[in-house]
């Protein structure tokens, strides 16, 4: 009987499918719609231990549309969560005394202090999550005060900081990588060493989402400025896979047994499908709830279901990573071509018929033809 059942780190999901940090998961009733409409895990929005340093604007979200409407890039320069640390502690126990079977991952981000880090990660494990995912990557806000992807631009911060956090727990340990630096492998293998149990990727690319040309203003427009913002939805998975592919290829090679979750666009169980087939263990969704709402995680998995039966795989680990092979360098693209018509030239060449047995019906007048050429 094929199963979409994982267990990733010790952690058990129904399904591979995770509500990613941001707002699908930022208080206790979206969680809790979360586990009712059978989301696999949900990663809470990110936390820290001084919410009244959190002061977000509105607007904090632009969209950019195909020209059917559907909206394809979505902006936002949204903080993490301005709601005090002591509430998020209260509805991370309730959440775990009504759904103790289920897997609720705590997203935390602070400064660069040891204390601080040690503190928040105490706390949360302390109020029953499951686990932590580690914010390295909000691209706004954040990093002017040396945090988020300020942090996860730097190996070395990174490698430390993983280090602090898996002195203070037992729990799985994700680091959240950014992708706004040339080689995601580098900060990967950095959080790895520190000891972060896996990694996921990825944050939201930097972007501007464009100019009012009747205004000249950037937007979102907050009081008439704007911000760099984080990019995300349909338009940034193809740059989602990328990455999960090379952290994949250096995961298999350099850390045999440390998990990936991949997450950048994922809005289907086909999507879902193509990131495993590069090397995720679970996928996570966040802007594809903000667009369709907790219920498509439904035909997410029946989607899932429909790809695993069209090829006869009865669990996610019969094909995991199974496209990694299919990766090499252009030099060797240029090679196998040069060879395949190289093979093809000398079948062409030499005669169709070496001797009486190799008549085919169907060849039958090519065969003739080529003998006449001799
Ligand atoms: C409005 C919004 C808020 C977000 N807030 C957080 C956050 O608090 N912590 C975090 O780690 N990622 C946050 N993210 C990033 C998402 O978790 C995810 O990495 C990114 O959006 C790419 O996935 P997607 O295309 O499925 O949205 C946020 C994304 C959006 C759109």
Request: charged residues 25%; hydrophobic residues 40%; aromatic residues 8%.
């Amino acid at each position: 009987m094929p199963t979409l059942a994982t267990t990733v780190d010790g952690l058990k999901l129904p399904n591979p499918f995770i509500i990613a940090s941001g707002p699908p998961g930022t208080n206790l009733n979206v969680i809790t719609r979360a586990f009712r409409e059978g989301w696999g895990a949900v990663i809470a929005k990110t936390v820290s231990l001084d919410a009244s340093k959190v002061v977000n604007v509105s607007p904090r979200y632009a969209k950019l549309h195909a020209a059917s409407g559907e909206v394809i890039g979505w902006e936002n320069i949204e903080l993490i969560s301005d709601r005090p640390f002591a509430h998020w502690l209260d509805e991370f126990r309730r959440c775990k005394d009504e759904f103790p079977d289920r897997v609720l991952i705590a997203s935390v981000m602070e400064e660069y202090r040891h204390d601080a880090w040690v503190e928040i990660i105490q706390r949360c494990e302390e109020a029953g999550v499951d686990g932590f995912e580690l914010n390295f990557s909000c691209p706004h806000g954040l990093p002017e005060r040396k945090m988020g992807s300020a942090m996860g631009e730097d190996p070395e911060i990174l490698e430390e900081v993983c280090g602090w956090v898996k002195t203070a727990t037992r729990k799985p340990v994700w680091a959240k990588m950014t992708p706004n630096i040339t080689h995601i492998e580098e900060p990967g293998r950095a959080a790895l060493r520190g000891g972060a149990t896996g990694l996921s990727a990825i944050n939201t690319i930097r972007s501007v989402m464009g100019v009012n040309l009747d205004t000249l203003r950037p937007e979102p427009t907050v009081e008439g400025y704007s911000t760099a913002g984080g990019y995300s939805s349909k338009a940034i998975r193809p740059i989602a896979l990328r990455m999960t592919m090379e952290l994949a290829t250096m995961l298999r090679a350099e850390f045999p047994g440390r998990t990936l979750s991949g997450l950048g666009g994922i809005e289907s169980g086909t999507d879902a499908a193509q990131f495993i087939l590069l090397g995720a263990d679970t996928v996570q969704v966040c802007t594809g709830v903000m667009k369709f709402g907790y219920g498509c995680v439904k035909p997410m998995c029946d989607e899932l279901f429909g790809f695993m039966a069209k090829h006869r795989f009865e669990t996610l680990a019969d094909f995991r990573g199974k496209s990694l092979p299919y990766f090499t360098t252009h030099a060797d693209l240029v090679k196998r071509q040069a060879d395949r018509k190289a093979a093809q030239k000398a079948a062409e060449a030499k005669p169709v018929v070496a001797s009486d047995t190799e008549w085919t019906g169907d060849e039958f007048v090519k065969q003739s033809d080529a003998l006449s050429k001799g």
